[in-house]
């Protein structure tokens, strides 16, 4: 597993990125999903590692070894109690010991998988301080994104047509016409929401999973650690176009964040009511 997980890592570190016309290219990691491979997205953050060590190294090994384990058991009792092999079937009813290993080995699994799972958890649910707060908020369907630390720099991301996603060379049900841009190695607090149904803000290279409820606010947060675009889509089923809810977020330089901030301010605040023509504008492209 650890092999297709190098694979996927290096085939994705293939593409080259830019975050916006005429900006600078920033590092060739892209986190988006591999024809054909198999097993979790390469992680950027440090719960994605512990959560890829999880599935890989801990619950993996354990689901293999049982799975092994229960086949062989019934290929040997099949085998040694078949009728022809076996004529006088024991009358043994009962075996305290045997009682006693299948009612203790299953809980002493169970427990050896809750430790490092109320670990996972915790982790996920108790976010550091944080250095930069985004509003995300979906709608059916793109999504609606907000810096209030930044003037309340807004905007909406919508999916780009096969088309253009082409023309951009950007994945094809990925690639939004507007992304989310944070700075490398900052903790990135994200408030979720909806205005209609529940949606899910879903980045696998983060190892973020969050719902987007109507009338309340979920909390979640991640910390990349290495530039490039990462790709995630809605992955809640909250109507016959969700799989056309892409996420594309962008991990940038400080430096290279600075910049966007002011060239985004700009362009948004002049077009708030484009923006909202923009999401109109979606319907005509279904």
Not at 37 to 51: D, S
Not at 82 to 105: D, G, M, Q
Request: negative net charge; glycine residues 4%; hydrophobic residues 45%.
């Amino acid at each position: 597993m650890r092999k297709i997980t190098s694979t996927v890592q290096m085939l994705a570190a293939g593409a080259a990125v830019t975050w916006s016309a005429g900006a600078q290219a920033t590092e060739s990691v892209a986190g988006q999903p591999v024809p054909e491979a198999l097993g979790l997205q390469a992680p950027v953050t440090e719960i994605g590692e512990f959560g890829n060590w999880m599935y890989n190294d801990w619950l993996f090994p354990i689901i293999a070894a049982i799975t092994v384990f229960v086949t062989v058991l019934l290929v040997w009792v099949m085998v040694r109690y078949r009728a022809s092999a076996n004529p006088e079937p024991s009358k043994t009813s009962h075996n305290t010991l045997i009682e006693v290993i299948w009612t203790v080995v299953p809980v002493l699994i169970l427990v050896a998988i809750a430790i490092p799972s109320f670990k996972l958890l915790y982790s996920e649910y108790t976010p550091p301080k944080a250095d930069l707060t985004i509003k995300v908020t979906g709608h059916q369907w793109y999504w609606s994104y907000e810096y209030p630390d930044h003037d309340g720099l807004s905007f909406d991301s919508i999916m780009l047509t096969d088309e253009d996603a082409a023309k951009a060379n950007l994945p094809r049900l990925l690639a939004t016409d507007n992304r989310v841009v944070v700075p490398v190695g900052k903790t990135v607090k994200l408030l979720l929401t909806s205005t209609d149904v529940i949606h899910s803000w879903t980045i696998p290279s983060f190892f973020v999973k969050m719902d987007a409820v109507p009338g309340r606010i979920n909390e979640t947060w991640f910390k990349a650690e290495k530039p490039g675009i990462y790709y995630g889509q809605c992955s809640e089923l909250c109507g016959i176009r969700h799989g056309f809810m892409p996420i594309m977020v962008e991990v940038v330089s400080e430096e290279q964040f600075a910049a966007w901030l002011e060239e985004a301010k700009a362009q948004f605040a002049s077009a708030s009511a484009s923006t909202q023509f923009a999401s109109a504008d979606l319907t005509v492209r279904q």
